[in-house]
């Protein structure tokens, strides 16, 4: 089942937040969220494992609430190299591929 | 270190056509998967390898073939070229229970049947 993400497009200006959200019905393993800006392959950025803490680089962070089987992708003080389409991909085993969803796009205007 | 190469990175087939995408990666990787992306759709998984001869159906299999020989090639084979299979194609690798560096995506070969 592919993990349903919200809100489909966000545009901001440069500075602002947004938060990214991917949901399962499916009792998780792992999520992972990538970046792939236009004509170009989607880009790693952080995983998420059961039972881990949240992660985040720089001004990106992401949590994963197990209960709900929902991860949250947090962007802080957006840049304009923000912009982009950003995937949850979700493994529902430590073995298993993954799932992606269908993509959240992202514009930072200056 | 070159990570995942894909060629060809552009393709235009006619109906009916075959043909290999390739796809070689240079991280010793044991898995290895390609997917699809249509607009509005994210990725879809066709087939992944866990290791040189072994292969396994994805989500949307149907129209394509694979093989792993080796640990580096991955090739993925259309037969019989439909419309239905114009797409952007992604070819990825990953160490399993690896948690620090997720899936490495090729540039992609964008396909166009006609």
């Known amino acids: 089942q592919q993990p349903v993400q919200s809100p489909q497009a966000v545009i901001l200006r440069e500075g602002e937040d947004a938060v990214i959200n991917c949901s399962s019905s499916?009792?998780?393993?792992?999520v992972h969220w990538y970046r792939q800006k236009h004509g170009e392959a989607p880009v790693f950025l952080m995983i998420?494992?059961?039972?881990?803490e949240q992660k985040g680089h720089d001004k990106i962070s992401a949590s994963f609430n197990e209960k709900k089987q929902q991860s949250s992708l947090y962007l802080t003080a957006s840049q304009l190299s923000y912009s982009g389409t950003y995937f949850c991909?979700?493994?529902?085993?430590?073995?298993?591929?993954?799932?992606f969803g269908k993509g959240t796009m992202l514009l930072v205007s200056p | 270190n070159a990570g995942v190469t894909q060629t060809p990175k552009f393709r235009i087939l006619k109906i009916g056509q075959s043909m290999t995408l390739q796809c070689t990666q240079d991280?010793?990787?044991?898995?290895m998967y390609w997917y699809r992306q249509d607009p509005g759709m994210g990725l879809k998984l066709i087939y992944y390898?866990?290791?040189?001869?072994?292969?396994d159906k994805g989500e949307v299999p149907n129209g394509y073939n694979v093989s792993r020989s080796t640990t580096e090639d991955f090739p993925l084979r259309l037969e019989l070229a439909a419309p239905s299979q114009t797409s952007v194609y992604f070819c990825?690798?990953?160490?399993?229970?690896?948690?620090?560096?997720?899936?490495?995506f090729g540039s992609g070969t964008r396909l166009t049947v006609v």
């Open positions: 990825a690798s990953s160490y399993p229970r690896d948690a620090s560096y997720g899936y490495t």
């Open positions: 499916k009792a998780l393993y792992s």
């Open positions: 998420l494992l059961k039972g881990g």
């Open positions: 991909g979700t493994e529902d085993s430590g073995y298993s591929t993954l799932t």
């Open positions: 991280m010793n990787h044991n898995y």
């Open positions: 390898s866990v290791g040189a001869g072994i292969t």
